[in-house]
C-alpha cells in the first residue's frame, strides 16, 4: 500500500534523525540550549518575518523586472539582462556584505536587518523572474492575438489576461523561494542580524555547546522547510491534476 510504503520511508528517516540527536555524543546538552526559550522564539520569528517580506519584496519588483526584460527598448531589455547575470553570478555571502557595508553606507542606511531584507531580496529577485517566465509560458499565442485584436494596452493584457493565469503555475515555486530563502537568512548571522543562526550560535557559543547548538539549528530549520516542501509538492499536484 502506497501510505503504507510512505510512513515506513518517514519512520527510517525519522529514526536516522533521532540517533544522530541522541546517540552521535556522549553527553547531550540540549537543555542548555533549550532553556533560552525566549531567545530560541524571538529567532524564529524574526527569520520568518525577514522571509516574507523578502519574498514579498521579490514578487513585487520580481515582476517590474520581468516587465523590463520584455521592454521594447534593446538598451532597457540589456540592462535587464546584465543586472540579471551580475546577481545570478554573486554568492549570497557576498551579496550580503556588499549591501551592508558597501551599498547601505551609499545610501545611508546602516539598520542590518532592513539591509539583510534587501540583500534576501536582490539575491533571490532573478529566481522569481524566471518563475514569471515560466508561468507566463501558460499562455498560449492564440490569446495574444486576441488581445491585440481587442486593442488591449499592456495594463489591461497582464491585468485581466496574464497575470490571472500566472498567479495558479507560479504558487509551488513561491513556496520554494520561500524555503530557499529562509535557510538564506542563515548568513545574516555574519551581519549579527538575531535570526536562527545568529541567536543558536551565541547560546551555544556562550554554554560551550555548539554541537548541541547546530543540532538544534538543523531541527528549527526543518520543521519550517519541509511542510512547506510538502505544501508545494501538493500544490503542484492539484495544479497538475486540473483542480
Not at 39 to 50: K, N, P, Q, S
Not at 185 to 191: D, E, G, N, Y
Amino acid at each position: 500500500m502506497k501510505w503504507l510504503q510512505n510512513f515506513t520511508a518517514f519512520a527510517i528517516f525519522a529514526v536516522i534523525i533521532g540517533y544522530v540527536l541522541l546517540f552521535t555524543m556522549d553527553n547531550p546538552r540540549y537543555h542548555l540550549i533549550l532553556d533560552e526559550k525566549a531567545m530560541l522564539l524571538e529567532a524564529f520569528w524574526t527569520t520568518l518575518y525577514i522571509s516574507a517580506i523578502s519574498l514579498v519584496l521579490c514578487m513585487a519588483f520580481g515582476f517590474l523586472f520581468y516587465l523590463l526584460q520584455k521592454s521594447r527598448v534593446q538598451f532597457i531589455r540589456a540592462i535587464a539582462v546584465i543586472f540579471r547575470e551580475i546577481i545570478m553570478g554573486t554568492p549570497m555571502l557576498v551579496m550580503v556584505f556588499l549591501m551592508v557595508y558597501v551599498f547601505g553606507k551609499l545610501i545611508g542606511v546602516s539598520n542590518k536587518l532592513v539591509l539583510g531584507i534587501a540583500a534576501m531580496t536582490l539575491y533571490t529577485m532573478p529566481y522569481v523572474v524566471n518563475s514569471y517566465e515560466s508561468a507566463a509560458a501558460v499562455i498560449d499565442r492564440d490569446q495574444y492575438v486576441v488581445m491585440d485584436l481587442y486593442h488591449f494596452t499592456g495594463v489591461q493584457r497582464y491585468r485581466y489576461i496574464i497575470f490571472p493565469q500566472m498567479v495558479r503555475p507560479m504558487l509551488p515555486a513561491l513556496i520554494n523561494h520561500l524555503s530557499g530563502i529562509i535557510k538564506g537568512t542563515a548568513l545574516l548571522k555574519i551581519v549579527s542580524v538575531s535570526e536562527i543562526s545568529y541567536v543558536l550560535t551565541v547560546i551555544s557559543s556562550k554554554n560551550w555547546a555548539s554541537v548541541e547548538g547546530y543540532l538544534v539549528m538543523w531541527m528549527m530549520y526543518l520543521i519550517i522547510t519541509i511542510p512547506l516542501s510538502v505544501l508545494a509538492q501538493y500544490i503542484g499536484r492539484r495544479l497538475e491534476n486540473g483542480n
